[in-house]
Each structure stands twice: as C-alpha cells, then as structure tokens.
C-alpha cells in the first residue's frame, strides 16, 4: 500500500486560502485515485473531493464547489488541494485518501490514509 503525509494545514482567517499537499511513496502514484476527505470535532468524516489517477477528472462536495481545487502531478508523487474564500465551516482535520483503479466518493473505499493535517479558519 502507498503510505500517504499530508501538510500545509494552519491557521488562516475567513476569506483567505492555504494549500495543501498529500506526499506519497511505496508505490505506484499514477495507478491511485485520490481523495480528500475531512472531519470536525463531533462530526462524521465528510467526503471533500477526489482527482483520478490521470487527473483528468475531479469532483467536489457541492460546500466546496469554486472555493476548492484538486490536482496532482504524478511525478512528484503528489496531490494538492489549493483551498480559496475559506469559512469557518471548514475547520477540520483533512486527510487525503488513495484507492486503486477507479475513484469513489465513500471514504470506506480508499485503502491507505494519511495522517492528517489540521485546518482552522477564524471568523
């Protein structure tokens, strides 16, 4: 299985972005699908968005839709999610996924999972 770090989680204030990345290494990156994934203290994990393995195709919980952006690049090994026009509603530890072959919006179909990097967005 790949072993996925993710980073560039922080503090930021409503209305501005940050940029995550998700490392991956020990396996082959281009054969994964990958997905973003998050959870609030309290709250169950909530699908963010995925990419396919060759990025040609993305989608986005509809919160997230024009704020939100996934994309990779299967040489470094890396998926990115640049994050615009962030809420306080988005406050949460995101986590990326990785699933073989096809993409699939349910977290219980991914295979290996980062540890996760925390996102806080004040008001």
């Known amino acids: 299985q790949v072993q996925l770090v993710e980073s560039g989680g922080g503090l930021v204030q409503a209305g501005g972005s940050l940029r995550l990345s998700c490392a991956a290494s020990?396996?082959?990156?281009?054969?994964?699908?990958m997905g973003w994934f998050r959870q609030a203290p309290g709250k169950e994990r909530e699908f963010v968005g995925l990419?396919?393995?060759?990025?040609?195709?993305?989608r986005y919980t509809d919160s997230v839709k024009g704020r939100f952006t996934i994309s990779r690049d299967n040489d470094k090994n890396t998926v990115y999610l640049q994050m615009n026009s962030l809420k306080p509603e988005d406050t949460a530890v995101y986590y990326c996924?990785?699933?073989?072959?096809?993409?699939?919006?349910?977290?219980?179909?991914?295979?290996?999972w980062g540890r996760g990097t925390q996102v806080t967005v004040s008001p």
């Open positions: 020990g396996g082959t990156f281009s054969r994964y699908a």
């Open positions: 990419i396919s393995r060759s990025g040609g195709l993305t």
């Open positions: 996924a990785a699933k073989l072959a096809t993409w699939s919006t349910n977290w219980v179909d991914y295979e290996s």
